[in-house]
T-cell receptor, first 118, second 115 residues
Framework: GAVVSQHPSWVICKSGTSVKIECRSLDFQATTMFWYRQFPKQSLMLMATSNEGSKATYEQGVEKDKFLINHASLTLSTLTVTSAHPEDSSFYIC??????????????FGPGTRLLVL | AQTVTQSQPEMSVQEAETVTLSCTYDTSENNYYLFWYKQPPSRQMILVIRQEAYKQQNATENRFSVNFQKAAKSFSLKISDSQLGDTAMYFC????????????WGAGTKLIIKP
């Protein structure tokens, strides 16, 4: 149980285009999901908290107009990188919080998306 | 504010040996969770073990066990009979219970299991 999928696993795009990344909780409902960015050999950097049915909460320094988050259902959150530039190239990871069952209040992670902006 | 410290940037051991990864944290909270996650070269973040602070008994998951010392704010991970597949980055993380579910992360320890 507690499986989270993320799609696509990697994407290459041209500078100025937008890229959408999907995060799904496959076997549980998640009112809260998180989006992280990870630089090589570093820990995870929290970008935003995605709450089902409400606006996302962004961490300081993260441009909300650039990184659009939509959490339209209890199993799906999307991150759209708008007008992507080479500095947005990174590894993006989502997580979903399981709030019931034996391991409640636990984040489970998707496999990540490698984004390369040319 | 809570902080999590992993003082070992990198460790390596021989296959089948036992290894202990250290983690200390600082908090004024009394009700929280502690986690160990592993991130192998595939970069998939995998939950290894979870400890509830109000439970005195140390959590175990097969070859993985923790030594949770609440007063000392220490949460080390012991891997017994290490296997090549245990090679990964290991992250210690803190979560305040009944909060916004955010994790406070340590910097990670790179563990290499040598054949």
């Amino acid at each position: 149980g507690a499986v989270v999928s993320q799609h696509p696993s990697w994407v290459i795009c041209k500078s100025g285009t937008s890229v959408k990344i999907e995060c799904r909780s496959l076997d549980f409902q998640a009112t809260t999901m998180f989006w992280y960015r990870q630089f090589p050999k570093q820990s995870l950097m929290l970008m935003a908290t995605s709450n089902e049915g409400s606006k996302a909460t962004y961490e300081q320094g993260v441009e909300k107009d650039k990184f659009l988050i939509n959490h339209a259902s209890l199993t799906l959150s999307t991150l759209t990188v708008t007008s992507a530039h080479p500095e947005d190239s990174s590894f993006y990871i989502c997580s979903a919080v399981q709030t019931s069952g034996g391991a409640s209040e636990t984040q489970y992670f998707g496999p990540g998306t490698r984004l390369l902006v040319l | 504010a809570q902080t999590v410290t992993q003082s070992q940037p990198e460790m390596s051991v021989q296959e089948a040996e036992t290894v202990t990864l250290s983690c200390t944290y600082d908090t004024s909270e009394n009700n929280y969770y502690l986690f160990w996650y592993k991130q192998p070269p595939s970069r998939q973040m995998i939950l290894v073990i979870r400890q509830e602070a109000y439970k005195q008994q140390n959590a175990t998951e097969n070859r993985f066990s923790v030594n949770f010392q609440k007063a000392a704010k220490s949460f080390s991970l012991k891997i017994s009979d290490s296997q090549l597949g245990d090679t990964a980055m290991y992250f210690c993380a803190f979560m305040k219970r009944a909060s916004n579910y955010q994790l406070i992360w340590g910097a990670g320890t790179k563990l290499i299991i040598k054949p």
